[in-house]
């Protein structure tokens, strides 16, 4: 049989991210992203290899868009598209791993939007355009939550009465589970030790950011809750604050629940503390030139890490290693150093050569030698989608 082709499929309300994967190969055949959709402004950016073209499709919506995809999808593919895989947000306790889609599985998503409102009928919208336009085609959800379905209940639960539990579903639920699922099946492989039989921390930081305790392949805590709020400093989310906050500034400012979201989501993290940018490239460079805001920034962004990692370490029996990845975690030898320069305690030290080494998809160790394991491992959240999508298939 030859190498099958999976279109992974991303959604958010205006805009569709694509990848065609193919299982053979290492880079993706074609890539991009429809955006604007539903405005005058809607385009189709895709690149194929060093090729990279755009069509504008004034006004089009979620179902247009995809459908001026498909033919680029099939002549990339040679005719030959096996399934595509969906990118949902919140499985809810309903989906502890990926899923067909059919009549049965959409409604559960459809009933678990209310815990996602922003991000599951966005989702749905790709979902429902996908399977009218490719009715032949086997379609895959996978959820970002769902690896997370393995957390104990002492983990999982809030100190709150528990009728929110029980009859409004309010516990932690966890994000990111592709990419934590992906990186630390790839650490196993990389130290040579069988994936159910490693425990590992990770810290997924990218505009996101999060962390995890993983044992034995499953997760057993991570930083994000009932939503991809809580736990650590991001681009423009507060992470964790004091929970009496929204009332404190709705008594002492007048401020609706609207806008205490809006600037914990939109206006805090990395953007509030430094008043320049949400990104990080920007805040290393104006930390060189000594801006005070960029540098509080960082410290805190790093501290804050140390911190919710020290404290995912409780849901581990031994640790083979911690692992950065994300766009920062990747790329950021100042974060990964500063970071860990707040985890003597747990032995960790850094090999200043190695970790200025791996960089821009550049895997590998960077620990000093003699000191517990850190790796750099270049997440690939399309491909664990794909290779979802054909596990299911086969
Ligand atoms: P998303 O969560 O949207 O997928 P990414 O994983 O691409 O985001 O991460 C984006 C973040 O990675 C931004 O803060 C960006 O500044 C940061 N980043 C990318 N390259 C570097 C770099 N060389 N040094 C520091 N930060 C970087």
Same mark, same amino acid.
């Given at each position: 049989m030859s190498a099958r082709n999976i279109l992974v499929i991303n959604c958010g309300s205006s805009s569709i991210k694509f990848a065609l994967v193919n299982e053979a190969e290492e880079q993706f055949p074609l890539s991009g992203l429809a955006e604007r959709l539903g405005s005058p402004e809607a385009v189709l950016h895709w690149q194929q290899g060093e090729h990279k073209d755009s069509l504008v499709i004034a006004g089009a919506d979620h179902r247009l868009a995809l459908s001026h995809l498909l033919p680029i999808v099939q002549r990339v593919a040679d005719g030959q598209l096996h399934g595509i895989g969906h990118r949902v947000v919140h499985g809810g306790e309903h989906f502890s791993g990926a899923c067909r889609l059919d009549d049965v599985s959409l409604l559960a998503i459809r009933q678990v939007a209310p815990l996602a409102p922003l991000h599951n009928p966005a989702n749905l919208l790709g979902i429902e355009a996908a399977m009218k336009l490719f009715p032949s085609l086997v379609q895959v959800a996978v959820f970002d939550t769902a690896f997370h379905q393995s957390l104990p209940e002492h983990a999982y639960r809030y100190a709150v009465p528990e009728a929110l539990y029980r009859d409004h579903g309010v516990r932690r639920y966890g994000f990111h589970g592709t990419s934590h699922r992906y990186v630390s099946q790839k650490a196993a492989e990389m130290s040579e030790l069988p994936s159910d039989g490693s425990s590992w921390l990770v810290a997924h930081l990218g505009n996101g950011c999060s962390t995890c305790a993983i044992e034995n392949g499953h997760s057993r805590d991570t930083s994000m809750g009932l939503t991809p709020l809580e736990?650590?400093?991001?681009?423009?989310?507060?992470?964790?604050?004091? #929970?009496?906050? /929204?009332? /404190?500034?709705?008594?002492?400012?007048?401020?609706?629940?609207? $806008?205490?979201?809006?600037?914990?989501?939109?206006?805090?993290?990395?953007?509030?503390?430094?008043? &320049?940018?949400?990104?990080?490239?920007?805040?290393?460079? +104006?930390?060189?030139?000594? /801006?005070?805001?960029?540098?509080?920034?960082?410290?805190?962004?790093?501290? $804050?890490?140390?911190?919710? &990692?020290?404290?995912?370490?409780?849901?581990?029996?031994?640790?083979?290693?911690?692992?950065?990845?994300?766009?920062?975690?990747?790329?950021?030898? &100042?974060?990964?150093?500063?970071?860990?320069?707040?985890?003597?305690?747990?032995?960790?030290?850094?090999?200043?050569? +190695?970790?200025? $080494?791996? *960089? $821009?998809?550049?895997?590998?160790?960077?620990?000093?030698?003699?000191? #517990?394991? *850190?790796? *750099? *491992? #270049?997440?690939?959240?399309?491909?664990?989608? +794909? &290779?979802?999508?054909?596990?299911?298939?086969?």
């Amino acid at each position: 049989m030859s190498a099958r082709n999976i279109l992974v499929i991303n959604c958010g309300s205006s805009s569709i991210k694509f990848a065609l994967v193919n299982e053979a190969e290492e880079q993706f055949p074609l890539s991009g992203l429809a955006e604007r959709l539903g405005s005058p402004e809607a385009v189709l950016h895709w690149q194929q290899g060093e090729h990279k073209d755009s069509l504008v499709i004034a006004g089009a919506d979620h179902r247009l868009a995809l459908s001026h995809l498909l033919p680029i999808v099939q002549r990339v593919a040679d005719g030959q598209l096996h399934g595509i895989g969906h990118r949902v947000v919140h499985g809810g306790e309903h989906f502890s791993g990926a899923c067909r889609l059919d009549d049965v599985s959409l409604l559960a998503i459809r009933q678990v939007a209310p815990l996602a409102p922003l991000h599951n009928p966005a989702n749905l919208l790709g979902i429902e355009a996908a399977m009218k336009l490719f009715p032949s085609l086997v379609q895959v959800a996978v959820f970002d939550t769902a690896f997370h379905q393995s957390l104990p209940e002492h983990a999982y639960r809030y100190a709150v009465p528990e009728a929110l539990y029980r009859d409004h579903g309010v516990r932690r639920y966890g994000f990111h589970g592709t990419s934590h699922r992906y990186v630390s099946q790839k650490a196993a492989e990389m130290s040579e030790l069988p994936s159910d039989g490693s425990s590992w921390l990770v810290a997924h930081l990218g505009n996101g950011c999060s962390t995890c305790a993983i044992e034995n392949g499953h997760s057993r805590d991570t930083s994000m809750g009932l939503t991809p709020l809580e736990g650590l400093v991001m681009g423009t989310r507060s992470g964790d604050v004091d #929970p009496n906050l /929204h009332s /404190h500034l709705a008594r002492a400012l007048g401020w609706s629940l609207e $806008r205490v979201d809006a600037m914990l989501n939109k206006e805090s993290g990395l953007l509030g503390l430094s008043g &320049l940018s949400n990104d990080m490239r920007a805040l290393e460079q +104006a930390r060189e030139q000594g /801006h005070a805001g960029a540098t509080l920034a960082i410290e805190v962004f790093c501290y $804050r890490l140390a911190k919710s &990692l020290a404290s995912m370490s409780c849901a581990l029996q031994r640790l083979d290693g911690l692992i950065f990845t994300g766009g920062i975690g990747e790329n950021s030898a &100042l974060i990964r150093s500063k970071t860990l320069d707040h985890l003597g305690l747990l032995g960790l030290k850094l090999d200043a050569q +190695a970790n200025a $080494r791996c *960089v $821009r998809g550049i895997a590998g160790a960077i620990h000093a030698h003699g000191h #517990p394991r *850190v790796l *750099v *491992v #270049p997440t690939n959240e399309e491909r664990q989608i +794909a &290779l979802d999508t054909l596990a299911l298939l086969d």
